[in-house]
């Protein structure tokens, strides 16, 4: 729920409420904000009521000794129990909100209170006895933080967009960031595109004092992904449908309708089955999916009649929305709300789906995200499991495997996979690991950069930030964990994560994440790879313990996209939009792209002489993000 902003500095108050109503789309239903000129500290808030309606939940809130104030987006699944322990120890509550427990919660066990919280926040808490602020980020990052450090002192907010209000934010791009979107789509916390604007990490906090950040720190990691042995598939496929029913009971709590996602697949298929049990007596759950148009280019097909047997299987109410290609009407929406040029146009399935979810009157989604993350259920892992059979050949015979594969028709979906599978062959184990996460060959990506970029990224290493990560695992790690852990750490937050959240609050809908509580999590992590990727079967644990709750045809559907017929359209819909963004004159105007380079990528593509499609919508999506954010005034798209 909700969105928040605020700042510690000498600005003026009134960039409070300018913050405010930027971000109005998040939180529609009320709006506070709060100065304090002696600490010159400001707090605002737009407000999603989803629990306790009443005024009693207004933000930002005080404790009741006007000790400390608060302004919080998320919720808090274990706050009922947490608040039972308060009362036990003293503490009065004058609501029924989830905001109140953590401003008891905060008096009581100060920076401790964060290793007990179960949810999906980003807060800020002001506590008046030192003046300080406190900003902490959930542990996989499902509720965003973007923060800067200005001339005049801190700021912070749930979105980018809402900072650039203030007109000493510099707007200086990241080429590090550049290209990192343009390697993976995403880029890695904390970069983001501007140079001096960071996302706080997931499961990190910091300390504001005197308009300077004083302490940041990590309060939750991923668990090691140890893969205990001892454990039996039989214990396993127990333990795992008994945690996840916990996770859904827990993250049905609301004092509005919750509603879910439904594509049918076996994820969403899970999340539903439980929570129709938990719904209001005498109401169906109400469920929410699309009806693509033209996917069998992408490789993949139609969720809707999967979609509609999951619905008639349980019971429950399907929604259904058409989409067409309405991709060019809706990519700079896209853009702007999600803060970032993330070159995936699945974002805009999660627009339509949530804006019709709003429509019929729900304000809670349920999703299935995360699961692939844990359970691994995403190609690569397969492929990464296939690579037992060839790893072990010569370099020299790896190098020629990587070569001729890199010539197959990109047209193809078969044969396109098949040369991903490959592009990394001839490197090590960690590099090719790192590697399944590149859209294009870095000699080619590194050949698109004018030379400017080039001069600021010639000591960029290979897949840095995603190396570094592999380092901090140990030597004895099996290698599909490697790849969860990086899928869990990066790709889950900085891709699916951040457009969920963004265009869900878009319209003003929250969606919830039950696949990442984290006992569910910490019970993923113990078990061995052979449990989640069993030879051809992801989420081989999963599907046995749903096995009771879904019919064989979802519980048999392989893993398929959540997107849109993105190469489809770039070869036949979307040239007036390439034409736009990315002719020469406007490439070589914004001075990162060398023009004949992009242009050449193009054509490649369009012969299917390499797979470039998602590579030139990141192109597109950057290029769009500078005239969104950099070229005029920030205003509501």
Known sequence: MCGISGFQGDFDPGLLDRMNSILAHRGPDDAGAYYDPTSRTGLAHRRLSIIDLSSAGAQPMWDATHTCAITFNGEIYNYRELRQGLVEDGFQFHSQTDTEILLSLYLRDGHEMLKVLNGIFAFAIFDTRDKSLLLARDGFGVKPVYYTQTPKGFLFASELKALLLEPTVSRDLSAKAIHYYLSYLWAPAPWTMLEHVKKLEPGHAMVVRDGAITRTWKFYDIPCLSGDDAISETEAVIEVRRTLDKAVERQMVADVPVGAFLSGGLDSSSICAIARKYTTEGQKLQCFTIDPQGTSDEGF???????????????????????????????KKMIYHLDEPQADPAAINVLFISSLARDHGIKVLLSGTGSDDIFAGYRRHYALVLEHYWAWLPLSVRRAIRYYSAKLDARLPGLRRLSKAFKFADMDKEARIAGYFHWLDPAIQNGLYSASMKESLRDEPFSEPLMKSLSELGPDTPSLHQMLYLDAKHFLVDHNLNYTDKMSMAVGVETRVPFLDPDLVALAAKLPPRMKQHGRIGKYILRKAMANDLPPAILKRPKTGFGVPLRGWMGHGLHELVNDTLNKESLKRRGLFDPNSVWRLIEMNRAGRIDAAYSIFSLICIEMWCRIFIDGPIGVV
């Open 301 to 331: 097909a139609s969720d809707l009649p999967y979609s509609r047997q999951m619905a008639d299987y349980l019971g429950v109410d399907l929604h259904v929305i058409n989409v067409a290609l309405d991709l060019i009407d809706n990519l």
